[in-house]
C-alpha cells in the first residue's frame, strides 16, 4: 500500500482515524468514503484527521473472513 499528500495521486482516499507508532514505523487506520477502513504501515508521519491518497497494488490485497 502506497500512501500520498495528495487525493489526486491515488485511486481511493480516507482520512487517518488512528496514528499508532510501533517503535520503527507508524501503523494507520485509515476510514474511506466507500470502502471502510484500511490498514497501512509506513514510516512517514501522518496525523489524525489527516486526508491521504491511497494506491493499493493487486498483490498487497488481502481478504479475509470475519469468522476468523
Same mark, same amino acid.
Given at each position: %500500500?502506497?500512501?500520498? +499528500? &495528495?487525493?489526486?495521486?491515488?485511486e481511493? =482516499?480516507?482520512?487517518v482515524v488512528?496514528?499508532?507508532?510501533k517503535?520503527?514505523?507508524?501503523?494507520?487506520? %485509515?476510514m474511506?468514503? +466507500? &470502502?471502510?477502513?484500511?490498514?497501512?504501515? =509506513?514510516?512517514?508521519?501522518y496525523?489524525?484527521?489527516?486526508?491521504?491518497?491511497?494506491k493499493?497494488?493487486?498483490?498487497d490485497i488481502?481478504?479475509?473472513?470475519?469468522?476468523?
Open positions: %500500500i502506497e500512501l500520498m +499528500d &495528495y487525493a489526486d495521486e491515488g481511493l =482516499t480516507g482520512r488512528t496514528p499508532l507508532y517503535g520503527d514505523h507508524y501503523h494507520l487506520y %485509515i474511506t468514503k +466507500d &470502502y471502510g477502513y484500511i490498514y497501512a504501515d =509506513t514510516h512517514e508521519v496525523d489524525k484527521r489527516d486526508l491521504v491518497a491511497i493499493i497494488a493487486p498483490k488481502k481478504i479475509i473472513s470475519k469468522n476468523e
